[in-house]
Structures are given as structure tokens and as C-alpha cells.
């Protein structure tokens, strides 16, 4: 029933309210003189020596790849784990083959080095 | 107007959820400068009134009436958004957390999708903060905090998976009812690698010591929001406390039978009878809030390649080794993994 759902949709609107109020009580409140020395970016006392946004590792991209599948893969065993004290072996066997696919790929990664941060 | 009294309704619900949250954050932080103090032979904070009861409401006003700096260089909408979208998903998870037999704000069948959901969500948070300070240390905590958080998201959305297959519900009212019977009818005696996992999971996922690299106030100095100060501030830390409490008290539901005593079934349980649901769910939930406090006040930083190697090669593993097991008992009917009764 999305009936159901109603107080979760006021929840997000009072949150949101909330929130925004918390900030624009923050600006009403506080004090407000900048200067220039104050709105730099926080350096260990140096002026900032480049844009911050620099290359990063690739690593983090392949945290985020791994986790897309990892995550929708979850996102599959969700309903199966919900029904499975009806489905029985055939559901049991199939998860079992889809699982097992999906390790072979995990122990490739691993030993392609692709878990390793060093 | 029956609409609007039951929208009244939904309001004063909220409120009830929303005020003993914020009120519970607030002495969390207190009881944890003072738990971490004791343990450190110090005595915590002491000043502001008796025992320094008043300190956390001491800093709210404090962190109320603080400038709010935005840096030159950030884009500053997305600067000021980005807390709220952080404290917006860990307040909104509250809405279908059980908090006693008849009270749960939204009582829906996919409720642990939902949790799953709206706690992923506040990656975005710390993405969109520390990529717009525009600030290196900034960047680098939101950077690694995004990678752990997504990292563990993996075991924990395992261990769920365990506990759904125990139970065969997505309702959490439901996988509570499920573990009744006792003590050692909750999950944590048949899931038990589930539960140690989803616990340092939520460790992690929160970020907190011993895996709070994002923070590492020795290196980073803050992490993903070392540029944000007053208010913006606060609602991080309200949303990270927030999500602490709700591993601890999601901990309880899913693998402590949650609002069930625990003398269930023993010839203690007339005796206890009289005390309300609620109280066994805080007790419960306070020993983890409790734990959380020790592990951080006893254990150093991990190094991050051994919070990432932790995380894929040792928890996915576990848990997918026990979901494969725990499978095959169900489909055998082997107890106590099939204690399913519909």
C-alpha cells in the first residue's frame, strides 16, 4: 500500500524544512565579517598552492565499479532471501549458479590485484 | 477532515520521533566525552553545570551563534546543500524504525530496503562536501571516506541478506516478531559472523575509530569538513551521531530481537513482564552506543589499505561463505536457521 508511504513523504518535508532552518538561523545568528585571509582554504598556514581538485588515485574508481556490482548483486539476493523458505531447491540452485559466477569474477579481481591498496 | 487529523496525527508522531532523537544526540556526545574521559583517567567535562550536564546544550548555542565561513574558492551552493543532504537521509531512516510493538511512524514492507536506501544515501553527502570546499584536505577525506563507506556497504547489505533469509520478511516489525522465543532465539546466536561483520561494518560506515581515516585529525585534520564551521557543522556531526545511534539500535532490532525481552520463555518473564518494549530496545541500543564509545577510546587507527583489504577480502568472503551455508540449512530445515513460521 503507498498509503503507507505518507508519513515518510511529510518526514522528508519536515526534514528538509528543518534542515534549511537550522542553516538560515545559523546565518541569522552568527556573525558575518570576512576577509580574504579567513575564505582562504584551510592550509597548514600556506596560500594554497594549486586547485585543490588534483588527480586522484584510479583505485577510487575501481572502489566505485566493484561496488556497483557487489551492490546490485545484493540488490538481487534482497527478494530472493525474502521467499526463500517457499522456492526451494530450484531457487536455492539458481542463486547457488549466479553466486558462483559472480565469485569467479571476484577471485579474478583479487588476484588481478585490483583489492590491493598499497 | 479525517485526512487532516491523521496528517495531525503523522505530525505529532514526527515530533515525538524528532525531539527525544536530537535530545539523545546531544547526551551521546556528552557521555562520550565523559565515558572517553573516564577511561582516560581525566574526568570529561565538568564545568558547565552539575557534572557537566549542561555541555552539550552549551554547545549548541555556541555552535549557533559561530560564523558561517564559506571559502573563496567553493561553489556555494552546493557548499551549503551538502549538510543537508547528509542530515535529511539519517533522519528520515527514523520513520520506519520499530521503537515498540504499536510505534513505528511508517510501518512499511520494505523497510530494510528503505534503510538500505536512504543510508547509502549520505555518501553523496561527503562526496558533495568535500568536493566543494575546494579545499585538498576536504577532497582527500571525502575521497577516502566515500571509498570505505561504499566498500562496506558490501558486507553490511550481506548481513542483511542473512538476516531476511532467517526471518523471510523485509518488515522489521516482522523480522523482530521472527526472533521471538528468548534469548537465544535471536539472530545473533545463528548469524553470529553476520552480526560481528554488520557491527564493524556500521564501525566503519560511520566513520568512526577505529576506522575514522576520513577524520584523521593527525593527518587530515578534519576530513571532508574541515571547511564547514557553526551550523553547517553541526549538522554533520548531528547526522553522524544520528547514524550512529541507528547502527546500534538496527544492530538491536535485527540481531537482539530488538523490543523483546529477553527473559522470553524463562521463568524470569512474569517477573519483567511489566517493563515496556521501548525499555529493552534502549537498554539493548545503549550497550552498542556504549560499545561504539570503548572501541574508540581503546583501539588506534587502522591504516587505510587495511581498512579496504578488510573490508573486500576478508568480510565479502565471510559473508558470502555464510549466506551459501545458511541457504543450505534453510532449505534442509535444520534448526535454528529455520525458526520460520508463517
Known amino acids: 500500500m503507498l498509503i503507507e508511504y505518507l508519513p515518510i513523504l511529510i518526514f522528508l518535508v519536515f526534514a528538509l524544512i528543518f534542515a534549511s532552518l537550522m542553516i538560515s538561523v545559523g546565518f541569522a545568528a552568527g556573525p558575518s565579517n570576512p576577509d580574504s585571509e579567513k575564505n582562504s582554504p584551510y592550509e597548514c598556514g600556506f596560500d594554497p598552492f594549486e586547485d585543490s581538485r588534483m588527480k586522484f588515485d584510479v583505485r577510487y574508481y575501481l572502489v566505485a565499479i566493484l561496488f556497483i556490482i557487489f551492490d546490485l548483486e545484493i540488490a ?29 569474477g571476484f577471485i579474478y579481481e583479487w588476484k588481478k590485484g585490483a583489492l590491493e591498496w598499497d | 477532515m479525517q485526512t487532516l487529523h491523521s496528517l495531525y496525527n503523522i505530525l505529532v508522531d514526527i515530533i515525538l520521533i524528532v525531539i527525544p532523537l536530537f535530545l539523545i544526540v546531544a547526551y551521546v556526545t556528552y557521555s562520550e566525552r565523559k565515558i572517553i574521559g573516564f577511561m582516560q583517567a581525566r574526568l570529561g567535562p565538568s564545568r558547565v553545570g552539575p557534572y557537566g550536564l549542561l555541555q552539550p546544550i552549551a554547545d549548541v548555542i555556541k555552535l549557533l551563534s559561530k560564523e558561517i565561513i564559506i571559502p573563496s574558492g567553493a561553489n556555494k551552493n552546493i557548499f551549503i546543500t551538502a549538510p543537508i543532504i547528509m542530515l535529511v537521509p539519517s533522519l528520515l531512516v527514523w520513520s520506519v524504525i520499530p521503537l515498540s510493538e504499536t510505534f513505528v ?12 536506501a536512504f543510508t547509502s544515501l549520505s555518501v553523496y553527502g561527503v562526496i558533495l562536501a568535500g568536493w566543494s570546499s575546494n579545499s585538498k584536505y576536504a577532497f582527500l577525506g571525502s575521497m577516502r571516506s566515500a571509498a570505505q563507506i561504499i566498500a562496506y556497504e558490501i558486507a553490511m547489505g550481506f548481513a542483511l541478506v542473512g538476516v531476511l533469509m532467517a526471518a523471510g520478511s523485509l518488515n522489521l516489525q516482522e523480522i523482530i516478531l521472527s526472533q521471538s522465543g528468548g534469548f537465544f532465539h535471536w539472530y545473533w546466536l545463528p548469524l553470529f559472523p553476520l ?3 554488520y557491527f564493524i561494518a556500521g564501525v566503519a560506515e560511520t566513520n568512526r575509530a577505529p576506522f575514522d581515516v576520513s577524520e584523521g585529525e593527525s593527518e587530515l585534520v578534519a576530513g571532508f569538513h574541515v571547511e564547514y564551521s557553526g551550523i553547517t557543522f553541526a549538522l554533520f556531526f548531528l547526522a553522524e551521531y544520528m547514524n550512529l545511534i541507528l547502527i546500534s539500535i538496527l544492530a538491536s532490532i535485527m540481531f537482539f ?8 520463555g524463562t521463568w524470569l518473564e512474569i517477573f519483567f513482564d ?54 543450505i540449512m534453510i532449505y534442509y530445515n535444520i534448526e535454528p536457521w529455520f525458526s520460520y513460521v508463517k
Open chain 1, 76 to 104: 538481487f539476493l534482497f527478494p530472493w532471501a525474502v521467499v526463500i523458505h517457499e522456492i526451494g531447491l530450484t531457487g536455492l540452485l539458481a542463486m547457488a549458479i549466479f553466486l558462483l559466477i559472480l565469485t569467479v
Open chain 2, 195 to 197: 552480526f560481528i561483520i
Open chain 2, 274 to 327: 511489566w517493563v515496556p518494549g521501548f525499555i529493552w530496545l534502549s537498554l539493548k541500543t545503549l550497550i552498542f552506543i556504549f560499545i561504539f564509545l570503548w572501541l574508540r577510546a581503546t583501539l588506534p587507527r587502522y591504516r587505510y589499505d587495511q581498512i579496504m583489504r578488510l573490508g573486500w577480502k576478508v568480510f565479502l568472503p565471510i559473508t558470502l561463505i555464510w549466506i551459501f551455508f545458511e541457504g
Open chain 2, 105 to 116: 511512524l511508517a510501518n512499511i514492507n520494505a523497510g530494510i530496503l528503505f534503510i538500505l
Open chain 2, 257 to 264: 530481537g530488538g523490543w523483546l525481552s529477553p527473559f522470553q
